[in-house]
Nanobody
C-alpha cells in the first residue's frame, strides 16, 4: 500500500516535499517512482529511485528543480519540488515495484492515490 502526501497550493517559485509512505512490502528492496498527470494530459514519468538509492532518474525537463530521495528505514520516498512553475500543476502519484528501476508506468503494480500540487499566484 502506498500513501502519497505533501501536495498543496504554492506560489510560483515555491517549494514542496512530497512523501510516499510504503507499507505491506515484505522486503525493502523496491523501486519508488513518481508520475504526474496535469489537467487534460496523460500521465508522465517524473522521477524514480532504485531500491538502494544509488540510481536516480529525473525527467530531463525537470532536472535542476526536482530531486528524489528515500529512507529505507522509514520505508518512505520523497520528491523535492523547487522553483515551481504553473506548468507543474498536476496530480502527483507515487508507484512501487520490486526488481530493477523502470520509467514505464505499466511495470508498476503498486500505486498511491495521488496528491494534488497546484502552482498559482
Amino acid at each position: 500500500q502506498l500513501q502519497a502526501s505533501g501536495g498543496g497550493l504554492v506560489q510560483p517559485g515555491g517549494s514542496l516535499r512530497l512523501t510516499c509512505a510504503v507499507s505491506g512490502f515484505k522486503t525493502q528492496y523496491f523501486v519508488i517512482a513518481w508520475f504526474r498527470q496535469a489537467p487534460g494530459k496523460g500521465r508522465e514519468v517524473v522521477s524514480c529511485i532504485s531500491a538502494e538509492g544509488g540510481r536516480r532518474y529525473v525527467a530531463d525537463a525537470l532536472k535542476g528543480r526536482f530531486s528524489i530521495d528515500r529512507d529505507n528505514v522509514k520505508k518512505e520516498g520523497y520528491l523535492y519540488l523547487e522553483s515551481l512553475q504553473e506548468g507543474d500543476t498536476a496530480v502527483y502519484y507515487c508507484a512501487a515495484k520490486t526488481g530493477v528501476s523502470s520509467l514505464v508506468q505499466s511495470e508498476y503494480p503498486y500505486w498511491g492515490q495521488g496528491t494534488q500540487v497546484t502552482v498559482s499566484s
